[in-house]
């Protein structure tokens, strides 16, 4: 790949990469170092992708096992079986009772999500990814990723109650397409 083409990729997938990335790390500086570890990883083997129309499609997903390798490394990875019996299967709360959030409220409350329900929905709702492009992303079955969703979001509406934002109502989250599922 020449260094146009190289910019080129760079450019169009940037922005997305490190959103998702500071969605994982809660951090700039982790997720600046992500995206430029999965860029770098890129140069370095990205020459062995067959096609590439599925070039955004390896750098999530490089990123994200990026991620993973780097939370192994620290032990500071938590499991859905280490979460409170709680948290495990929250609740859903009746959506239909809220309305109306702040942008940077949802981003803050999402922090708060844990990591394993916290990259799938950010995949789906920011970066517009389908069922199946988010478990070939985060490698599980698409029906985890279903869970997932599900799970994160209801912890994202806790978060959402919980947070300043009494006064304020929440968005339902939109419905899936059966088009996105596939």
């Given at each position: 790949m020449n260094n146009e083409a190289?910019?080129?990729?760079?450019d169009a997938n940037?922005?997305?990469?490190?959103?998702?990335a500071l969605s994982l790390a809660r951090n700039a500086s982790d997720a600046g170092d992500l995206v430029q570890q999965?860029?770098?990883?890129?140069?370095?083997k990205g020459h062995g992708l067959r096609e590439l129309s599925k070039a955004k499609s390896w750098l999530f997903t490089t990123l994200y096992?990026?991620?993973?390798?780097?939370?192994?490394?620290?032990?500071?990875?938590?499991?859905?079986?280490?979460l409170p019996p709680g948290e495990k299967e929250p609740a859903a709360e009746d959506v239909d009772r809220v309305s109306k959030i702040d942008a940077a409220a949802v981003m803050t409350?999402?922090?708060t999500v844990d990591e394993a329900f916290r990259a799938p929905l950010?995949?789906?709702y920011i970066e517009d990814m389908s069922y199946q492009e988010i478990a070939d992303t985060i490698d599980v079955?698409?029906?985890?990723?279903?869970?997932?969703?599900s799970r994160?979001?209801?912890?994202?509406?806790?978060?959402?109650?919980?947070?300043?934002?009494?006064?304020?109502?929440?968005?339902?989250f939109p419905s899936p397409k059966g088009a996105r599922a596939s």
């Open positions: 190289f910019t080129q990729l760079v940037y922005a997305p990469l490190y959103r998702f999965t860029f770098f990883i890129w140069a370095t096992r990026e991620f993973l390798r780097g939370r192994r490394r620290d032990s500071r990875s938590s499991s859905l079986e280490d409350a999402l922090q950010t995949l789906f079955p698409i029906g985890t990723v279903m869970s997932r969703l994160g979001k209801a912890q994202l509406r806790m978060a959402l109650e919980q947070s300043g934002s009494a006064g304020t109502k929440v968005f339902p």
